[in-house]
């Protein structure tokens, strides 16, 4: 399902420098650049709060609609967040313009769909290695996230980046043998296993009443 094209309102930020962006900072607003297509940086600002309720219902992973005074001034993607070390505030966003029929690249969520037999069956433990796969396609077309069927997945099983089915128009980025999900024994599981396959220690048998014999 392609993405929805999200409206983020933003201003237009007339001075730049660590002062300036430090007092946005302090009245709750993100200093924010748009670039791309050749066309000059625009420096920009935005609510700190509006940002980051898109951000939390959306992901931002499809086309913002940049508004200023209730009238479009650029669609663009979300390219890059910088986040307060301690605090994780959003201090800096950047965006790139695009068209909406433009072919872009962007990282996309993953969704597992349906339940691993290696984790219903037997007791697995199916670990997500990466949330996001990175395709390229017609930005009005961004899917939201991808969907992975993990209905065959059994136990030391595991599904790469080349095995995802892509919506249409859309081709792969990331490196296909690229493990985004597995399934694995779980800790007890894989003692049992280990516990099961470990050589045994071989001893002689004693047998009594022997008297050892000693060399001079």
């Known amino acids: 399902m392609p ?3 999200h409206v983020l309102p933003v201003e237009p930020r007339e ?5 300036s962006a430090s007092a946005l900072r302090a009245k709750g607003m993100v200093p924010a650049v748009l670039y791309g297509h050749g066309d000059a940086p625009r420096h920009l600002s935005m609510e700190g709060r509006a940002f980051e309720d ?3 219902r959306h992901e931002t992973s499809g086309v913002l609609t940049l508004v200023h005074a209730g009238k479009t001034i650029d669609t663009a993607l979300l390219r890059a967040v910088q986040r307060h070390p301690v605090t ?4 800096h966003v950047d965006f790139q313009r695009v068209g909406l029929n433009e072919a872009v690249t ?3 969520p993953i969704a597992t769909v349906g339940v691993a037999p290696g984790v219903k069956e037997f007791g697995g433990v199916m670990d997500l290695l990466s949330h996001h796969i990175e395709i390229e396609g017609p930005a009005d077309q961004l899917p939201e996230h991808i969907d992975i069927d993990v209905s065959e997945l059994g136990v030391h099983r595991h599904i790469s980046a080349g095995d995802v089915k892509l919506p249409k128009g859309f081709r792969l980025v990331t490196t296909p043998d690229t ?3 597995t399934v694995e024994a779980s800790k007890t599981a894989r003692q049992v296993e280990e516990s099961a396959t470990a050589p045994q220690e071989q001893l002689e048998p004693e047998v009594l009443g022997q008297k050892s014999e000693i060399k001079a």
């Open 15 to 19: 001075t730049t420098g660590t002062s």
């Open 54 to 56: 898109l951000a939390a």
């Open 88 to 91: 994780r505030r959003v201090i």
């Open 106 to 108: 962007a990282r996309v």
């Open 3 to 5: 993405t929805k094209v």
């Open 179 to 181: 493990v985004l999900i």
